[in-house]
């Protein structure tokens, strides 16, 4: 699947099969995560990959959409580091294109992902910092759930002439 395509049949998926997802594709997915660009090229983040079920399981009790961890093999916590942040106020934007980076990364590999936003709802992100003891610097920022797809989704088109301006408003 070459890049354009990639992009352009992403879905969230939240159903998956029971089977293992191999280390090498855990390790695809961070470098695709740190190969983001970053604001200064800050590189404010850093990713705890989660495979406890324990963990995974506990999650939905402050996170209203995260039933789906409990089908999920693995889930992949994207965080800020607020002492990494040479310029500040980016570091959320950089959190984002680096989350992305994992979702696209994952669809080309064959891997069915969904955003769990925590970021910046404040119970989910207390709730998070409490379940994995986060020091005070680093932001829970999203969650992407992993497994292999137990759903197809189509392609949706959602290009909209309207939204795109020539030279003028
Ligand atoms: C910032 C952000 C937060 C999101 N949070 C959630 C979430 O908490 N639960 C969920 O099921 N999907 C979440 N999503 C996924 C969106 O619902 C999804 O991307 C959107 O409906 C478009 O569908 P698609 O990803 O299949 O193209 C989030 C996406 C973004 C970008």
């Avoid at 352009?8 to 293992?20: A, D, N, P």
């Avoid at 669809?107 to 020091?135: D, F, N, Q």
Wanted: glycine share 6%.
């Amino acid at each position: 699947m070459d890049a354009f395509e990639t992009i352009i049949t992403r879905r969230s998926i939240r159903k998956y099969k029971k089977k293992v997802i191999p280390q090498e594709i855990v390790q695809k997915l961070f470098q695709a995560a740190c190969q983001a660009p970053s604001a200064g090229n800050q590189q404010p983040w850093h990713f705890v990959l989660l495979d406890d079920r324990k963990i995974l399981n506990v999650i939905q009790t402050f996170h209203p959409n995260a039933k789906i961890l409990t089908e999920a093999d693995k889930a992949i916590l994207v965080c800020g580091d607020l002492d990494r942040e040479k310029l500040k106020g980016y570091w959320m934007i950089d959190c984002a294109a680096a989350t992305e980076n994992i979702l696209l990364a994952a669809h080309s590999l064959g891997i069915g992902a969904c955003w769990l936003g925590l970021y910046p709802r404040e119970g989910r992100v207390a709730g998070m910092r409490k379940l994995l003891h986060l020091p005070s610097n680093i932001i829970p920022f999203a969650l992407v759930s992993l497994g292999y797809p137990g759903e197809v989704k189509p392609k949706e088109d959602r290009f909209n002439k309207s939204r795109v301006h020539l030279n003028k408003w």
